[in-house]
């Protein structure tokens, strides 16, 4: 879901038409302003993934097919400016709300085993990453 290559495996199709994306506990972004930054760090990064450390699937007891997926994760980046390669390691957790959608044909939409994500939350401290861009005087 979270590639260096947006391209093969569109994330689109994992999410509800307005999903949202909300990162240290500001204001929503719309996957199409999230879609756009992925494709910028698709070029500005050699390598970036999440290492799982933990995640828990929660199916909501309301009946109404709804799940949470929490995660923690260490998200590792390296920048293809960097001369040195350094692998910049961020703690996060995350949260991904998942609700029950038909994805009939036709819709343009498929989502994933009848799921697709409307609220998308992460909290991380982006310091280190800051801290790195200075330190090899890339622009932020």
Do not use: C
Request: charged share 30%; hydrophobic share 40%; no cysteine.
């Amino acid at each position: 879901m979270d590639s260096l290559n947006p391209g093969a495996d569109p994330l689109g199709q994992y999410l509800a038409p307005d999903a949202a994306f909300i990162i240290n506990g500001g204001e929503p972004t719309s996957a199409e302003t999230i879609l756009g930054m992925m494709e910028m760090r698709s070029r500005r990064l050699k390598t970036f993934r999440r290492d799982l450390k933990h995640v828990w699937d929660v199916e909501m007891e309301d009946g109404s097919g709804r799940r949470v997926v929490m995660y923690e994760s260490v998200s590792v980046t390296i920048f293809r400016d960097d001369p040195d390669e350094k692998a910049i390691e961020v703690a996060e957790f995350s949260t991904i709300e998942l609700e029950p959608v038909d994805g009939g044909e036709g819709t343009g939409f498929a989502g994933f085993e009848g799921l697709a994500a409307s609220v998308l939350k992460t909290f991380m401290d982006a310091n280190p990453i800051m801290r790195r861009l200075k330190q090899i005087g890339m622009a932020i």
